[in-house]
């Protein structure tokens, strides 16, 4: 076989792997690294979750009134613990 072939297969065999482990659950006993919920920076909370600190705040717009109304200000250096719970709400965790 070709690179493209053997490509093909590999891709086939990692998607038969991944319909056994939603078909059996097989992720329910896999721990993940627990995140830990108090004042970062955006650029800490960023890295948190592999982006650019301007993707961060591109993805805070949807809920920039809620932050602004537990005191989020665009020049802030820190996210509160409370903001960082309610990214977390609209993200999901990092």
């Known amino acids: 076989?070709?690179?493209?072939?053997?490509?093909r297969v590999f891709v086939d065999k990692v998607l038969q792997c991944f319909a056994k482990v939603k078909k059996y659950n097989l992720m329910e006993n896999v721990e993940y690294k627990k995140f830990v919920v108090k004042n970062y920076t955006k650029s800490e909370?960023?890295?948190c979750y592999g982006i650019h600190p301007t993707t961060l705040i591109r993805w805070m717009k949807p809920i920039i009134c809620t932050l602004e109304e537990i005191g989020y200000t665009k020049t802030a250096k820190y996210l509160?613990?409370?903001q960082v719970e309610v990214i977390i709400e609209h993200l999901g965790t990092p």
């Open 1 to 7: 076989m070709h690179g493209k072939g053997l490509l």
């Open 45 to 47: 909370l960023a890295q």
């Open 80 to 82: 509160t613990s409370k």
